[in-house]
């Protein structure tokens, strides 16, 4: 029941920072994940950043440049993108995920949203 719609993409100069927000339609507190992920012009979907109660986790490209934080009264998930490259251009996609019992999970994912990094 809840739906994640992505904002905040554009076009930013190599080396310039930008802010991406999740905002969901309901409360995000029940889930036990959510993250960002980046999907490059020809390479698959891959995870860039993650929060969970118990921290963070980054995809090795993004470390000391990408922070992931969460705004529970908001339900808002963001990601604070900095020195940004070339490389780091694709559409980010939100997603979040809920595992009430071991054998079931719970999974939505946002529209996207674009990110252009230029040289």
């Known amino acids: 029941q809840v739906q994640l719609v992505e904002s905040g993409g554009g076009l930013v100069q190599a080396g310039g920072s930008l802010r991406l927000s999740c905002a969901a339609s309901g409360s995000i507190r029940r889930f036990d994940t959510m993250a960002w992920y980046r999907q490059s012009p020809g390479k698959q979907r891959d995870l860039v950043a993650a929060?969970?109660?118990?921290?963070?986790t980054y995809a090795d490209s993004v470390k000391g440049r990408f922070t992931i934080s969460k705004d529970n009264a908001k339900n808002t998930v963001y990601l604070q993108m900095n020195s940004l490259k070339p490389e780091d251009t694709g559409v980010y996609f939100c997603?979040?995920?809920?595992?009430?019992?071991?054998?079931?999970?719970?999974?939505?994912w946002g529209q996207g949203t674009q990110v252009t990094v230029s040289s």
């Open positions: 929060i969970t109660s118990g921290g963070t």
């Open positions: 997603n979040a995920r809920w595992t009430p019992v071991v054998e079931r999970t719970y999974e939505h």
